[in-house]
Nanobody, 120 residues
Framework: QVQLVESGGGLVQPGGSLTLSCVIH????????LGWYRQGSGKQRELVAE????????NYADPVKARFTISADKAKKTVDLHMNNLKPEDTAVYYC?????????????WGQGTQVTVSS
């Protein structure tokens, strides 16, 4: 059973910073990626940032590049998202994600989501 426990969401003013944390509880399995997605109201869930464990590649969505930083620790099974210079359009429910398997065949698991609201 894979469980992802998120924390760190909340209300922040534009230009502020916030860090989201995720702890992953699971049996020993091959981890393909650790990452964060978000879903704004009335929008589809979208990738925010993702770290590929095999080669250390990190992918960021264009809107968050240079503002957000993901730090994933495969051994500790944690993944944090450091968000700076937050904008109202960053308001969304943020979901921690783990893909178990390989790039050719994996299973995706999700956290329960944590709300981030950017507003003055």
């Amino acid at each position: 059973q894979v469980q992802l426990v998120e924390s760190g969401g909340g209300l922040v003013q534009p230009g502020g910073s916030l860090t989201l944390s995720c702890v992953i509880h699971e049996t020993t399995s091959e981890i393909y990626t650790l990452g964060w997605y978000r879903q704004g109201s009335g929008k589809q869930r979208e990738l925010v940032a993702e770290s590929v464990m095999a080669d250390g590649t990190i992918n960021y969505a264009d809107p968050v590049k240079a503002r957000f930083t993901i730090s994933a620790d495969k051994a500790k099974k944690t993944v944090d998202l450091h968000m700076n210079n937050l904008k109202p359009e960053d308001t969304a429910v943020y979901y921690c994600n783990i893909k178990i398997g390989t790039r050719w065949a994996y299973t995706s698991f999700w956290g329960q989501g944590t709300q981030v609201t950017v507003s003055s």
